[in-house]
């Protein structure tokens, strides 16, 4: 480290750079199904827009090593924020043009890119600037930092929008079309000043970063590397079971989550709940968030008291089972705000409880191995590949089945998610002191026992 790393406090820039990593995100991949559904879009092309935005998410292992090689860590963040500063103030402005949508289109396409750089480089200065005892001291507050950025988006500015849209444009809240440009455009400006104002703030306090002791030297050696990573990968005992699982495991999610947001918006008369952007702002992107973090701490300590082999059934419960909420919601379309709430709260308590087992299974299952990195981005990159697809279809088959067929269908995509579980293969096994016997290095003959 140099000195200048030593003395600036990682509380100076952890938080903000993974605050400034969820605000891109989840405008990108969340908050746009709700705008596009605000500007009048339908739900076939506004889940499947915003879906097929998760693409360069889901790909970054691809590209991570390339932006390794040159300048420094920093240097990539501060570029890429200030990119994103740019690009939003772009889409502020292209949004007073008459036909606006494809311009829009391309720049979030560009700006998805961009976003998936800022989260390479940003997690490489915390890994790198870090030593083993600070990163786990500050893990939490990165997680944190993380979360508040979703919150801030899906309930702040979702809000911020609707209110502006109401109250200073005097428009119908539960009314389509392009009315909603302005209040959207005052959104999307603000978050490039906030982009600006982040950049600047981590170019005085994020520390550079240093390279990894395998950072590759040239293209040529990033490239087999690479190769070399995916090689082994599909080496691993039991692979394609586990390759299933991350697929699988989490499919009925993917076909939900656009469309139970389109739900909460749409007018009662097309079976939607017809919440305003307000509403669904507190509603979903507060009380949901907060239930989902408090049930990823209960899944945790499940995990930990049972073990994940003996959890994972009822893991899978969690994720799937409650989905059936949004059927009842559909079915009643409750007006009770209350009501609403506890739905949407049950739906994400259990989906967070749920999903720890989701990634702990990625990590001492399919990632432990020579590039154990590299490999739990793969499972990763295949769970998001899962969410883009599914969410690319799941608002054009909504349409066709309705409301309460979806969800009926939704349920029914859970069956493959208890299959797999039956079916996904533990290996290495885990004593109760946290070590584990790893057998991995037996099967591919190039893999490291290090989990």
Same mark, same amino acid.
């Given at each position: 480290?140099?000195s200048?790393?030593?003395t ?5 820039w952890?938080?903000?750079g993974?605050?400034t990593?969820a605000?891109t995100?989840?405008?990108?991949? /969340?908050?746009?199904?709700v ?5 009048g ?5 506004a889940a ?7 693409? /360069?998410?889901?790909v970054k292992?691809l590209?991570?090593?390339?932006l390794?090689?040159?300048?420094t ?5 501060l ?6 500063? /740019?690009?939003?103030?772009?889409? /502020? ?8 949508v494809m311009i829009?289109l ?6 998805s890119?961009v $976003?998936?750089?800022? #989260?390479?480089?940003?997690d490489?200065?915390?890994?790198t600037s ?5 990163q786990?001291?500050?893990c $939490?507050?990165q997680?944190l930092s993380?979360?508040?950025g979703?919150?801030a988006?899906m ?13 200073v444009?005097k428009?119908d809240?539960?009314?389509s ?6 209040s959207?455009q005052i959104v999307f400006?603000?978050?490039? $000043?906030?982009?600006l104002?982040?950049?600047f703030w981590?170019?005085k306090?994020m520390p #550079?970063?240093s390279r990894?002791? =395998?950072t590759?030297?040239s293209?040529?050696?990033?490239m087999s590397t ?7 990968f599909?080496q691993k005992r039991g692979?394609?079971v586990?390759?299933g699982?991350?697929?699988l ?8 989550n656009?469309p ?24 979903y992107?507060?009380?949901?968030l ?5 049930g ?20 899978c419960f969690?994720? =799937?089972v409650?989905n059936v909420?949004f059927?009842?919601?559909a079915?009643?379309q409750?007006?009770n705000?209350?009501?609403i709430?506890?739905?949407?709260a049950i739906e ?5 409880i749920?999903?720890?087992g989701?990634?702990i299974?990625?990590?001492q299952q399919?990632a432990?191995?020579k ?6 981005a793969? $499972?990763t990159?295949?769970m998001g ?5 599914t969410?690319m279809?799941?608002?054009a088959l ?14 029914a995509a859970t069956?493959p ?15 109760? #002191? ?8 037996k099967?591919t003959g190039t ?5």
């Open positions: 480290m140099t200048k790393q030593k600036t406090h990682p509380l100076y952890v938080p903000s993974y605050f990593m605000l995100y989840n405008m990108l991949t /969340a908050a746009a199904v705008m596009f559904s605000n500007i879009m339908d739900n076939a092309r499947a827009y915003a879906s097929a935005l998760g693409l /360069a998410y889901t292992p590209f991570a090593a390339f390794e090689m040159y300048k860590k920093k240097f990539f963040v570029l890429s924020q200030f990119i994103l500063a /740019a690009g939003f103030i772009c889409v /502020a402005l292209v949004m007073s043009l008459p036909d606006y829009m391309v720049l979030f396409w560009v700006l890119f $976003g998936s750089a800022q #989260d390479i480089t940003t490489g200065v915390y890994v870090l030593d083993a005892k600070q786990a001291l500050f $939490g507050w997680s993380w979360n508040l979703k919150l988006m309930s702040v500015m979702v809000v911020l929008s609707g209110l502006l849209h109401q109250h444009f428009h809240p539960h009314v079309g392009p009315e909603w440009t302005s959207w400006a603000l978050m490039g $000043g906030i982009m104002a982040m950049a981590h170019m306090f #550079d970063g990894a002791e =395998n590759p030297k293209p040529a050696e990033a690479l190769w070399d990573a995916f090689v082994t599909f692979i394609w586990m390759i699982f991350a697929l495991f989490r499919v009925s999610f993917g076909f939900l656009a139970s947001m389109l739900f909460m918006k749409d007018a009662v008369l097309n079976g939607g709940l017809a919440l305003t952007n307000q509403e669904f702002g507190i509603i992107g507060t009380f949901g907060v239930a989902l973090l408090i990823s701490l209960v899944g945790g300590a499940y995990v930990a008291k049972k073990g994940l082999q003996k959890a994972i059934f009822p893991l969690c994720v =799937n409650p909420t059927l009842i919601l079915i009643y409750p007006q705000h209350m009501l709430t506890a739905g949407v994400q308590f259990f989906f967070g749920g999903s720890v989701f990634m299974y990625l990590m399919l432990p191995g590039y154990a990195t590299t490999h739990y793969f $499972g990159a295949l590949l899962c969410m883009m697809l969410g279809v799941s608002g909504q349409q066709m089945m309705g409301y309460i067929g979806y969800f009926v269908f939704v349920m069956i998610s208890f299959i797999i579980c039956w079916f996904a293969p533990f290996h290495i096994k885990h004593d109760e #002191d946290g070590s584990s016997d790893n057998d991995e290095g099967e893999a490291s026992s290090t989990a």
